[in-house]
């Protein structure tokens, strides 16, 4: 997924309408919490950061956002998408071994 988003130059129009956005600073803090959120459901975390953090970390530099503060809104939404429905990833169920039966399995009684 992160190979194709980079071929097909998604990435790089992305970014250039960002730096476009009328509203200056919460307008594009108000884009990057939505697309973060979004790449967040579809991608793991570091190939997002990876994709899109050279590109939209100079933006938000240049329109006076701290990169901590940047980098914290990144994080969280990215958290926020990686829960989301229904294409998140951590929405999957528990594998079959974490049953209440698993000490049987393991070979351990259970008891302390």
Request: glycine share 14%; aromatic share 8%.
């Amino acid at each position: 997924m992160a190979w194709s988003l980079t071929q097909s130059g998604f990435s790089g129009d992305l970014a250039a309408a960002m730096a476009k956005l009328p509203g200056g600073g919460p307008a594009f803090i108000a884009v990057s919490i939505l697309a973060f959120v979004l790449l967040g459901s579809v991608l793991e975390g570091i190939p997002a950061i990876v994709l899109f953090g050279p590109l939209l970390f100079p933006i938000a530099r240049q329109l006076g956002i701290h990169d901590v503060h940047y980098s914290m809104i990144v994080v969280l939404a990215m958290g926020i998408g990686l829960f989301a429905p229904p294409f998140g990833v951590a929405t999957t169920p528990p594998a079959p071994s974490a049953a209440p039966g698993r000490a049987r399995v393991c070979g351990t009684s259970g008891a302390t």
